[in-house]
């Protein structure tokens, strides 16, 4: 996420405030769209022009002047700054499509609409998560490479997803329970009566031959089935 | 339910004090320290299940102190939570104090935020502070008084820390100001319900939140207390409301209401991180590795069993092992590998001492020296003196004699076996080592319909039938209760009954084969028929959800305290009903009725089981006690009248038959008449064919010829 930030405010800050009004979702349809161009394999600014959107002259305007985008001799080249920001919009806009689609079951015509809003409003934070609930996936739905983000490295390194059912914790770590989704009213009762509820923080304690958490100074014995119907997210 | 509010029902014009609090923080301690009357205090969740009442005075004001089952929200999940709420809102002019464990304030604000719902004047006590402080975790008891508007106190209740503050504090009881704010659709429809609520004097908004929580235990209640058109009125807006929200609203007024302690807990505590720390590496350092300490732990047991097998008087040296064993790996006690050599461990040191020193020692001292040698022959000769008549004689010295009987067996066979595995089990209790066995074995009683937590019913049992039945209370659902009282009449037999049994197996050529036997066929039968009543019973399994409480180096004084009023609670209970079993037997014998049972019984007894006809006597007695019945078996094994076989037939028969008549008194209170009759009209057909199919397999192996 800092990387973004670089890359939005990187260097010209200055430039910056004045830019922020107009640089707006349209920019991004731009640099989204030479990003799509590069990985087929094309950089002709024709085509560019052609495949973006109606005003496409203010935008690229908008974008030279950022020192995002530079054209020469009718091909066109992504700067580092305008590449980066690309590849965050990429990102944002594949991993939506998988989020939509293989969690939501969405259609995937509807999918790519709702895809290309979420885009332009995802906050860095929102996108690491979704990413990391996602299991980091390498590719969008149409199979197309998904840029990877700062967690997907963490994730080569450390295999933790964000969300994990509370039997999937190793004994002694800890994690704040997201939600719970037991098969019964009573089950949830009889947790809420020992304050384990969303937001409450657990300590796995053991797993075998039954599971026992921590909360608060109390050792509770639970059901494995019901510690899987347990959502943490490791702390 | 109309027999235990009965039971509970508390008559008196004393003003009330009404103990109050989450399970396993010490209500019970308090109350002993208030009255000064003993209730069973152990360290486990759900030890009392049964209303305890005394008597304290505090400014020349003489108060009753009520002890109420541990409840971690005043609308009910359980039975025993049931009866604390039922308490508290039929009590009038009670004051509450309500008791929270220190180190987990979280669960003792919900509580008190309930208490101030309901507007029961309340003081909180912060109990187990020294546990609370040597973990480093601090309560502003000021900013908590200010907030909840309630006077608060710390304790350390075991060590009567602060209870000189508690008592000077009761005077100060107000009702607490503070409010939870729930979400605007919930508060409208609480305050409609509380405007309904008329001719209802205090805490009408507990009882609209209970009512909006989905409470079905409280519908009887709002029967007796509202027109059926309210109550109607009631359950629309109950159900107006649920639709909109998707979660159960019961689920939702907790979310919030734990949000909202949360909140609180976290501007009034503060907890040092380094003491925290060092006392979690305290208790590391306690938890030595069991690759260390388990060898040591097997060293120490097979030298104890060497010394016991030269003087069964080193067999007391199991106690303070035991002791020692459960405080240093207790908290290893529920490890997957590690656990089953420590229940091994365990179960093998309550066994030298209930067994070697209890069943062996002690029994063989008071009835071959205390009552052999002086108290029988002393009673023959001042009777023989005394009483001319021979009736009287025989009465109180004949073969079915008051003294030679029934105070024989009472107090000589059965007291030392009761009184030491009293001792034994108090040292569970009190370690924490019994929820520990009940994640152990959860697995277990899956497969026949319960969970880890009917363990403590269970096992509580083999100290008394009676009481365990009480336990089940404890369990969930009422399939759970009824298997469990199911299978505690059946087959699990209580300490006295235990002790006698183990005591003739000792007799026996192979007291070994013998007893594996015995315990093969109990298990399998407690197993198989748990089983098919837990496919049986109609129901749904529930999920095991227990507390485990933290291992703690049981107080001898407790267990001296608490071993003492059981053995008091034991002889009251039995020795009236030896006595009165003994006349059965005399009176029996004396009309000849018993000659004609014995021939009506014959192909039972006789015939099927393949045992002497006086063993029926056994089987009669056993109605009134099931160590009776054993013990007279006991009887005739010394007595030569009884060979190996016929012993293993006669003892799994007698195991599983009928539960003794407290208990059955016991089961027809608590589970309903038809469950209890249903229940012995099982009992006694199944206990005669297991034990003749016994018979059969044992004569047809020809194992002990």
């Known amino acids: 996420m800092r990387r973004w930030r670089r890359g939005f405010r990187g260097g010209n800050e200055h430039q910056d405030e004045r830019f922020e009004p107009k640089f707006d979702c349209k920019v991004d349809e731009l640099l989204e769209m030479a990003w799509i161009l590069e990985e087929e394999g094309s950089d002709s600014f024709e085509e560019l022009k052609i495949r973006a959107d109606h005003d496409f002259d203010v935008q690229f305007e908008n974008a030279s002047q950022a020192g995002m985008l530079e054209v020469k001799g009718g091909k066109f080249t992504l700067l580092p700054n305008g590449r980066e920001r690309a590849r965050e919009i990429i990102r944002r806009h594949r991993l939506t499509e998988v989020l939509l689609t293989e969690l939501f079951d969405m259609e995937e015509s509807h999918a790519e609409s709702d895809a290309c809003r979420f885009e332009h409003i995802l906050s860095p934070e929102v996108t690491e998560s979704v990413c990391t609930l996602l299991g980091h996936p390498p590719t969008c739905p149409h199979g197309k490479p998904i840029p990877r983000g700062e967690c997907c490295e963490k994730f080569k390194k450390e295999m933790t997803p964000l969300v994990t059912p509370l039997m999937e914790l190793r004994p002694g770590d800890t994690g704040r329970i997201v939600f719970i989704t037991p098969k019964s009213h009573t089950i949830l009762d009889r947790l809420t009566s020992l304050g384990i509820v969303p937001g409450s923080e657990v300590r796995l304690h053991q797993k075998r031959p039954t599971c026992i958490v921590k909360i608060g100074e109390t050792d509770i014995a639970i059901d494995s089935n019901i510690a899987r119907e347990i959502f943490v997210k490791r702390v | ?705």
């Open chain 2, 1 to 705: 339910m109309d027999c235990r509010t009965a039971g509970n029902e508390i008559k008196t014009d004393l003003p009330q004090l009404i103990l109050v609090g989450n399970p396993n923080v010490g209500k019970s301690s308090i109350f002993g320290a208030l009255t000064g009357k003993y209730v069973t205090v152990s360290n486990y969740p759900g030890t009392t299940v049964e209303v305890s009442q005394g008597n304290v005075t505090l400014n020349k004001r003489k108060y009753l102190v009520i002890d109420t089952p541990g409840a971690n929200s005043l609308v009910p999940m359980s039975e025993d939570e049931q009866v604390t709420r039922d308490i508290l809102i039929e009590a009038d002019k009670a004051t509450v104090v309500q008791v929270a464990d220190s180190k987990n304030l979280r669960r003792g604000l919900v509580v008190s935020t309930q208490l101030a719902e309901f507007e029961m004047p309340f003081i909180l006590v912060l109990n187990m502070a020294d546990e609370a402080r040597s973990r480093g975790i601090r309560i502003n008891t000021s900013g908590l008084q200010k907030a909840l508007g309630v006077h608060v106190v710390s304790t350390t209740a075991t060590q009567r820390q602060g209870i000189d503050r508690l008592m000077s504090g009761i005077s100060q009881a107000v009702l607490s100001s503070h409010r939870i704010k729930f979400d605007r659709l919930i508060e409208e429809s609480t305050s409609e319900i509380e405007a309904l609520l008329t001719g209802i004097e205090k805490g009408k908004r507990g009882i609209a939140l209970t009512v909006l929580s989905g409470d079905d235990s409280f519908t009887p209640w709002l029967h007796d207390h509202l027109p059926e058109q309210t109550i109607k009125e009631i359950e629309a807006i109950r159900s107006r409301t649920q639709e909109k929200y998707t979660q159960p609203l019961g689920y939702v007024i907790n979310l919030r209401r734990l949000r909202a302690v949360d909140r609180l807990v976290r501007s009034l505590q503060t907890t040092e991180k380094t003491l925290l720390r060092r006392a979690r590496k305290r208790s590391r350092l306690r938890r030595v590795h069991p690759l260390i300490s388990l060898p040591i732990f097997a060293a120490a047991l097979y030298g104890l069993s060497m010394l016991t097998a030269m003087n069964p008087l080193f067999a007391l040296l199991s106690i303070p092992l035991l002791l020692f064993s459960l405080y240093m790996f207790g908290d290893w006690g529920t490890h997957q590998v590690y656990g089953i050599p420590i229940l091994i461990g365990v179960l093998y040191l309550t066994w030298l001492f209930v067994g070697d020193f209890g069943a062996g020692a002690a029994v063989n001292f008071l009835q071959d020296t205390v009552f052999g040698k002086y108290i029988n022959p002393g009673a023959s000769w001042l009777i023989a003196r005394v009483l001319p008549w021979n009736i009287a004689k025989e009465l109180l010295i004949g073969q079915y004699g008051i003294i030679t009987m029934a105070m024989t067996y009472a107090i000589a066979i059965v007291l030392p076996i009761v009184g030491t595995f009293f001792i034994a089990f108090g040292m569970l209790e009190d370690s924490g080592y019994l929820p520990r066995l009940a994640v152990m074995v959860d697995k277990i009683f899956k497969a026949m319909g319960l969970n880890g937590k009917a363990v403590l019913p269970m096992v509580l049992g083999l100290g008394c039938g009676t009481m365990a039945t009480l336990t089940a209370r404890i369990l969930d659902t009422k399939r759970e209760r009824v298997i469990v009282t199911l299978l505690l009449a059946l087959g699990v037999p209580c300490s006295a009954q235990l002790g006698v049994i183990l005591g003739i197996f000792g007799s026996t050529g192979a007291p070994f084969a013998a007893m594996a036997i015995w315990m093969g066929v109990v298990f399998g039968v407690i197993f198989l028929v748990g089983y098919l009543a837990g496919k049986l019973m109609p129901g749904e399994k529930t999920d095991f959800i227990m507390e485990v409480p933290p291992t703690r180096l049981p107080q001898i004084t407790n267990i001296a305290i608490k071993t003492f009023a059981r053995m008091t609670w034991y002889l009251k209970e039995a020795v009236p009903l030896f006595i009165i079993g003994t006349l059965v037997l005399f009176f029996s014998d004396k009309l000849k009725l018993l000659s004609l049972i014995e021939k009506a019984a014959a192909p039972a007894v006789q015939g099927l089981l393949g045992l002497p006809a006086k063993a029926t006597e056994a089987f009669i007695i056993s109605f009134l006690r099931r160590d009776y019945g054993v013990a007279g078996l006991y009887q005739m094994s010394k007595a030569g009248q009884l060979d190996t076989v016929q012993i293993i037939v006669g003892i799994v028969t007698i195991t599983l038959f009928v539960p003794c008549l407290p208990n059955f008194l016991v089961i027809i209170k608590e589970r309903g008449i038809k469950t209890a009759i249903a229940i012995i009209l099982f009992i006694i057909p199944f206990s005669f064919l297991v034990g003749g199919a016994l018979n059969w397999i044992l004569r047809g192996l020809r194992i002990f010829s």
